[in-house]
């Protein structure tokens, strides 16, 4: 069982190194609460990657919150995704003033395609390696 204090630590870790999409998340997430803190089975994964692609809602957040409540509760869910929400939100608002100063720069716009190829290739990755999870049961 999960402490609530590490389960927000966790999931600020993975609001901030989760990029590129959803997808890519669910793989940092699996990795995180299936293989290493061994706090939540695979079962419970795969339905909490199903129930997050079924509501509306960013997949990653849906997921989070439905962990947070499977291994904690109310509170669980709650601290799941703040924890995982406000790192992202605070990225994105220092991302738009650096390019808000700087985004006339030829190098600003190479840095952001790269970005964006990057996040691609990490999404690719991650439905081929839940694919494989998803056909063996």
Known sequence: RISRTNL???SLKLGF???GGGMAV???MHREFVERRKTCD???FLNAAALSQALPGAISFNAM???G???RGFWGATLA???FMLPSFLIMIGLSMVYESFGHLAVAS?????????????????????AGKGTTR
């Open 8 to 10: 927000l630590l966790a």
């Open 17 to 19: 190194i989760g990029f």
């Open 26 to 28: 669910l793989s940092l």
């Open 42 to 44: 695979e079962e419970c």
């Open 65 to 67: 919150c439905f962990l």
């Open 69 to 71: 409540l499977s291994m």
């Open 81 to 83: 995704s703040w924890g």
């Open 110 to 130: 190479s840095m952001m395609h790269g970005m964006v190829t990057g996040g691609v290739g990490i999404i690719l990755a991650v439905a081929w390696d839940l």
